[in-house]
């Protein structure tokens, strides 16, 4: 997704009270504002100021052209002075988009010796943003507030962060997920309402015979495969026997086969994420492992077993992550270090980014005993130390519900030459034991979209803006808060009502 292509709306509210002088004032403080903030070259998307809004006609069409315009992804508001908010009223009531309320003022300190009534009655943010604030909180709608003086780092990091998560949820609005296969057999946590999440998060999710895939594959020729091979040749370190000559390297062949294939499927039926399933790969020579990374490195959201919530969040979460530096992949609970704090290694069958690799990727050729199938390619990697945040959405009947864990990855005590796959290891925060049982409490997945780049906030906005349940399991959660926030929840959600979009 080019952000490059992308705006967001500068609104600022006033009144006619004051007069000619005001009004001048305002809309040049206003310039000036959006000015410096696209001159920080902090923010990802260019910021568009739509000019001042004196009544109720100016704002509902100020949000009536946001709604409808492809390059807008969301409206900050800023109330320069007194801007009676009845006049929002109707404006908000209509508008469909992601609202951050940037609640700061033009000058940065209290002109002391020079203040008087005048000045006064200008700058008044401080009063005119709390009547703004009041509405958008009477009507019950979603906004993200942000406190400071426009040119404070922290101010437009927060902006930026929204702006990403903004983009982000554009790109989820009829967002088209292709599933091959339907969800493995009798698997609970990783189903759900289709129906209910398209009307929550905005995207489809759309079901195709992998037969379909196979007709694509025939089609793929053997010049096609031998560029796309000398592609793996230059990015990996091919394992002996994957190398050419070597007793493998025709299941690389194979694999390199599949990616074409798949890859032009997503290409043709515009999608932008998909689920394999192991079960479900009749004509097919292995499960596209090797393909679904690359497909994911290059942005693709992808959940194995037919996990269509996880393939929407990684592509989500990709989408947020553009740019930034460092990686973010779907990754899966797999098996427990119960030393000192606590760690989990995390791994797939196959299917890891390579973006979170820490050096460059081995491609390698191993049976895979599940599935039925002849060996699948893959990449194999470990992932470097850092913090990130894993995250996962469930369907708990009458909701969805968010989960973040914040997690430190770690490096492995020793090295794992006989593990086949990429991985990663990490302590959920505050440590397995809390962290795990909190995880477990909420209902969460075994599958996680991961992001060393993102933070809660990024996760926060995006659950605001989608109007669902987050709870966030980091160094501040002990158990029985946890368990009281989960059963909070439980409450304001039943009185709530899930029957709002
Ligand atoms: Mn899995």
């Known amino acids: 997704m080019d952000f490059k292509n992308l705006e967001v709306w500068f609104v600022t509210g006033a009144q006619l009270l004051y007069g000619g002088d005001a009004i001048i004032a305002v809309d040049a403080h206003s310039n000036a504002i959006v000015e410096a903030l696209n001159k920080s070259g902090q923010l990802p998307i260019k910021v568009v100021y739509k000019g001042t809004v004196n009544s109720a006609p100016e704002i509902s069409a100020a949000f009536n052209d946001a709604n409808v315009d492809d390059k807008c992804v969301g409206v900050i508001t800023w109330m320069h002075t007194f801007s009676p908010a009845k006049m929002w009223i109707a404006g908000l009531k209509n508008y469909k988009k992601p609202l951050l309320h940037l609640h700061t003022q033009y000058n940065k300190e209290i002109p002391w010796s020079e203040i008087d009534m005048d000045f006064m009655n200008l700058n008044q943010s401080a009063h005119g943003d709390r009547e703004f604030g009041h509405i958008v909180s009477r009507m019950r709608k979603n906004r993200k507030v942000v406190v400071g003086h426009y040119e404070d780092d922290s101010v437009q990091g ?137 497909l994911m490195a290059d942005g693709y959201g992808f959940g194995a077993e037919g996990d269509w919530k996880t393939a929407a969040l990684v592509r989500t979460m990709k989408v947020m992550a553009q740019g930034l530096n460092g990686g973010t992949s779907f990754l899966e609970d797999y098996t427990y270090h119960f030393k000192g704090k606590g760690s989990i290694l995390q791994a797939h069958m196959l299917e890891i980014c390579p973006t979170i690799a820490a050096h460059k990727p081995k491609l390698e050729v191993h049976p895979l005993g599940i599935g039925g199938k002849a060996d699948p390619a893959r990449l194999v990697f470990t992932s470097p130390a850092g913090t990130g945040v894993a995250a996962t959405v469930v369907d708990m009947g009458n909701r969805f519900r968010m989960i973040v864990n914040k997690v430190d990855v770690i490096e492995p005590e020793a090295a794992l030459p ?16 809390v962290g795990a049982a909190a995880w477990i409490y909420a209902g969460g997945t075994h599958h996680t979209s991961f992001s060393y780049v993102l933070t809660e906030e990024y996760m926060e906005d995006y659950a605001e803006i989608a109007g669902v349940e987050m709870v966030t399991i980091d160094n501040s959660t002990t158990i029985s808060n946890f368990k009281k926030e989960l059963r909070f929840n439980e409450m304001y959600y039943m009185l709530k009502g899930s029957l709002e979009y």
Do not use: C
């Open 158 to 294: 927060h902006i930026a962060v929204w702006m990403r998560v903004a983009a982000a949820w554009a790109d989820a609005q009829g967002m088209r997920i292709i599933r091959f296969g339907d969800n493995m057999n009798n698997v609970a946590v990783t189903d759900g309402d289709k129906v209910e999440a398209e009307l929550r998060f905005g995207y489809h999710v759309d079901y195709y015979p992998v037969g379909d895939l196979v007709a694509e594959q025939d089609k793929v020729s053997e010049a096609d495969v031998d560029s796309l091979v000398a592609v793996y040749e230059k990015e990996y370190d091919l394992a002996p026997n994957a190398k050419k000559g070597g007793a493998q390297h025709q299941q690389v062949r194979e694999a390199a086969r599949e990616e074409i294939a798949l890859r032009r499927f997503l290409e043709q039926k515009d999608a932008k994420a998909f689920t394999t399933n192991f079960d479900a790969l009749h004509g097919l020579n292995q499960l596209p492992g090797l393909a679904s990374q690359r």
């Open 418 to 433: 006989k593990l086949p796959v990429a991985s990663a290891l990490w302590v959920p925060q505050p440590n397995l034991e």
